[in-house]
């Protein structure tokens, strides 16, 4: 996100937000599944949904990318109705061993966030495996 101009920073930033609203994340699982830096306050979201980009922190940035990911794999998993992913994100899964997406996300923190992009993205799996063809 580094590469990026400020205006598709803070673009991409709103994206992320309202998918957490959407997801129905309160502020404080919201600033959890961010990991953003220590003492950062629920008020600062406003800033977020309005003009300010997240910070440059590699750590930050990788839970993003992995936001995004999940998001698209959410699209292509279910085309026809967007619903159906945001009620999958809150249903206990079988395969998830029992746990709703959203709670692993946001109990497992980075490693929740890989295991749930895993689990729906088949070719994130195959290069996170390290497989070569």
């Known amino acids: 996100m580094t590469e ?3 205006e598709d920073r803070v673009n991409v930033t709103r994206i992320i ?3 957490l609203d959407d997801w129905g994340l309160n502020a404080e699982q919201q600033l959890v599944v961010l990991n953003l830096p220590e003492g950062t306050r629920t008020r600062a979201l406003r800033r977020y949904r309005e003009d300010t ?3 440059d922190d590699p750590a930050v940035l990788k ?3 992995h ?5 698209d794999a959410l699209r292509t998993t279910f085309p026809r109705n967007a619903n159906i992913g945001l009620l999958w994100m809150k249903q206990p899964c079988r395969r998830l061993r029992k746990r709703r997406p959203l709670d692993i996300i946001i109990e497992d923190g980075l490693s929740g966030l890989i295991t749930v992009r895993t689990h729906l993205d088949c070719s994130f799996a195959w290069q996170e495996s390290g497989s070569k063809c």
């Open 4 to 6: 990026l101009t400020h």
């Open 67 to 71: 936001l995004l990911g999940i998001t």
């Open 17 to 19: 937000m309202n998918l």
């Open 53 to 55: 980009p997240f910070p």
């Open 63 to 65: 839970r993003v990318e």
